[in-house]
């Protein structure tokens, strides 16, 4: 479904990504992970056209898309974009928050657009608080939101970016519980964690990056029990 | 001789003068307001056309005197209009202060409303795009209404300005609050309580937009 093809990216002098290649299948869980500024952040906000790249193409169905204006916002309404710290929009409620998208780009009639809504506020256990600030909300209930508003736009895929690191500890389990229950609908999914168990639980497949290289990728088991590199190796053990 | 003076007529003179005041102030804070909007948008573009002409409009406008910007479109314009197409204008007071305002009034705006746009977080234009917004519309519904929040008092203190400023515009004849004031003055050889009726006047009128303002900020708080 989307397949990315030597991707490299630089901060003016400083190369973060060092040509990445890696498909997506549809219904794929993937997992990255790796150490702190390897590039991980950098590799999801690529694929969502928040970076612009220096090298390399992405390629969406049949589509490249990764030069031209139209079509990075032609990816963006695609792909679904999870943030560690939500980015609700504060001067709107849930709600709005929920319907903005649909009704502006989607060009969805408003009913049509709020009744989608509350049928993903549902989804995320929030429909009591449709109409509340986020600045009402505890951070567990920001990301469930959050994780509904990119639902609304109907994505092919959505991108997460540490969703359980901004949280304290006792919200990481209902906002894990969501993205769970996301995978067991066969929603494709990229996800950057530090959650390891979760990983191993739910990815179908682990990437691990270091240092603007994919080092190694494979299947939980795989990675986890049986790393061959020997960089995944100490990954895996300091962290275990 | 107060009596003579405080006629319901030349109250009513006054008031409506307070009237023009007040349009000329709203007329300018909206020119302004959208003003301001294209200025900083220009002036956080990448563009450095659009950089340069931002950057001098604001230094230009916010570095020479109003009064000295209102009769230079009332008196230096139309010499530069007769030098130009041969013929001769006679400008309407009203028209030209209410532009000459608008267009000081822009100047500042511009700063502010930057200043407004680049209080929103990073964070906020990429939620934007990534539910599919374009620049503009992330502009439209994302930013501004953030950063009009965040600069809402200094917004009001410019608004309380230009009320106050409209008497500039007596220079060129306009007849607004003040000018009326000084007709009044002349006409009964008496200045103070005119002025002091003017005063009174341009004192409700600031006082009642801060009020309101207030008001409006307690309710904006409420998404905080
Ligand atoms: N906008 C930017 N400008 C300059 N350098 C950046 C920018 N964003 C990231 N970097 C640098 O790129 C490198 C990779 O950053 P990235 O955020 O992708 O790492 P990460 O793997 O997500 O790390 P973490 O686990 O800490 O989130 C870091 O060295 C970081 O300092
Ligand atoms: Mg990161």
Known sequence: ?240 | MAEQILTLDNIKFLLIGAGVSLLLAVGAMIMGLILGIIGATAKISKNKIANAISFVYVEVIRGTPMLLQILFLFLGFPNLYTLITGNYISPNPFIVGLIAMGINSGAYATELIRSGIQSVPKGQWEAGRSIGLNNSMTMRYIILPQAFKNILPPLVSEFIVLTKDSSLVSVIGAAELLRRARTLGATYYNYLIPLFCASLMYLVMTMTISYFARKLERRLKLSD
């Open chain 1, 1 to 240: 479904m989307i397949n990315i093809k030597n991707l490299h990216k630089k901060f003016d002098s400083l190369e973060v990504l060092k040509g990445i290649d890696m498909k997506i299948n549809e219904g794929e869980i993937i997992c990255v992970i790796g150490p702190s500024g390897s590039g991980k952040s950098t590799l999801v906000r690529c694929i969502n056209g928040l970076e612009q790249i220096n090298d390399g193409e992405i390629w969406i169905g049949d589509k490249e898309i990764s030069h031209n204006k139209t079509d990075v916002d032609l990816l963006r309404a695609k792909t679904g974009f999870v943030f560690q710290n939500f980015n609700l929009f504060p001067h709107m409620t849930v709600l709005k928050n929920l319907t903005l998208g649909p009704t502006k780009v989607l060009k969805k009639k408003d009913d049509d657009a709020i009744k989608t809504a509350e049928k993903f506020l549902k989804t995320v256990g929030l429909i009591d608080k449709k109409d509340s600030y986020p600045s009402q909300l505890s951070g567990g209930q920001c990301q469930r939101v959050a994780i509904a508003r990119a639902l609304c736009m109907n994505p092919e895929i959505i991108l997460f970016d540490e969703p359980t690191s901004a949280l304290d500890p006792e919200m990481v389990n209902e906002v894990l519980a969501v993205i769970r229950d996301l995978a067991t609908q066969g929603m494709t999914m990229v996800i950057v964690t530090h959650e390891m168990g979760f990983a191993k639980e739910v990815a179908s497949k682990i990437i691990f990056i270091d240092d603007g290289v994919i080092v190694e990728q494979g299947s939980p088991n795989e990675i986890f029990e049986n790393p061959k590199n020997q960089r995944t190796k100490d990954f895996i053990s300091k962290i275990i």
